[in-house]
């Protein structure tokens, strides 16, 4: 049963700048624990547009990008990179305040600065053009990329995003999400690991895929996010969903809809659809996926790449 993620960002906005609660925080591992704990062979770190980012840059092949949603990392496209490297050059990376990058110092989390760090990172790495691909809350930035740089795209495949704004009606969450939310407000600034386990599950159909290694990592990576409480309501306030119909219209490169059948927060039927009917781009596919909840690159991974496979095979540079 997959429920809210994205709608989850002005939730824990609030939480996270509530009143100190008398229940203290955890002793959470510092930077050097997590980069430890988190960092894979091929971890890269730098500064981009100002910002700190941690980055993978792995294979051969024409240039794919990879973009996750709210709370994951570039840990949530393991699956997904370990098929894609075997014909393609992948790059995946900590979108802040998220990951091992860590917040913005600046607190600029817009749609603009995002659209600047992409460019900046793969020209960074000399790649001219690629295949871009962003998942959930990462729809936005990417379908703004693509409107604002055709040039530099063979393709975009974009997964359960939000075609519109998003609106958490708690009411309709599962009873045992509610009561770990309302335990939660007792100690606002940070959240145990059953917080972010319910947020886990109530995104995928597979509940094997929340492993107590996934939730301990979430738990970490987000606790590190938090630990400025103006971080949340930043990035809460750049959220920007309503924009994405506008860009979608804008959009002229091939571009493939991946869409879960089970999102029940960006529905097929609306999100989904909605999406589609404001690409104008003449190459435009939706593919939906069975099965799937909306974290789709953890869910079902192989079902998902299946149906993007052949996408990439057609539009990525030779």
């Known amino acids: 049963m997959a429920r809210p993620l994205l709608a989850l960002g002005s939730a824990l906005a609030l939480s996270a700048t509530g009143a100190l609660s008398a229940s203290a925080a955890p002793d959470y591992p510092g930077d050097d624990t997590l980069r430890a704990g988190y960092a894979l062979p091929n971890s890269q770190f730098a500064t981009i547009e100002g910002e700190p980012v941690h980055f993978v840059d792995e294979g051969k092949g024409p240039a794919i990008l990879l973009v996750h949603g709210s709370f994951a990392s570039l840990r949530q496209w393991d699956n997904w990179a ?36 992409i460019d900046a990172l793969m020209t960074k790495l000399g790649i001219a053009r690629f295949t871009l691909v ?22 975009l495949v974009l997964s359960n995003i939000a075609a519109g704004p998003i609106h958490l009606d708690v009411a309709t969450l599962p009873e045992e999400f509610r009561k770990v939310l309302a335990e939660d407000a007792t100690h606002p600034g940070w959240h145990r690991p059953e917080y972010w386990r319910q947020i886990l599950l109530a995104n995928v159909v597979d509940d094997r895929k929340v492993t107590p ?6 738990t970490g990576l987000n606790h590190r996010m938090l630990r400025d409480p103006a971080v949340a309501g930043q990035v809460s306030a750049a ?16 571009t493939l809809l991946l869409w879960s059948d089970q999102d029940h927060e960006t529905k097929l039927e609306t999100h989904g659809l909605k999406a589609f009917s404001a690409l104008k781009t003449h190459d435009r ?25 052949p996408f990439f095979a057609r539009v990525a540079s030779k």
């Open 82 to 117: 370990a098929e894609l490297t075997k014909s393609y050059r992948v790059i995946r990376y900590d979108k802040a305040p998220a990951g091992l990058s860590g917040p913005n110092p600046q607190g600029d989390y817009s749609t603009k600065h995002q659209i600047q760090l």
């Open 134 to 155: 962003g998942t959930s809350s990462a729809g936005t930035p990417t379908a703004a990329y693509a409107a604002a740089h055709p040039e530099r795209l063979d393709g």
């Open 213 to 218: 290694e996934l939730v301990t990592r979430w």
């Open 239 to 254: 959220m920007d969903h309503d924009r994405t119909p506008a860009d979608l219209a804008r959009i002229t490169v091939p």
């Open 285 to 309: 596919t939706l593919a939906v996926v069975p099965e799937c909840g909306h974290m789709m690159p953890l869910d079902c991974p192989t079902r998902s790449l299946e149906r993007a496979l």
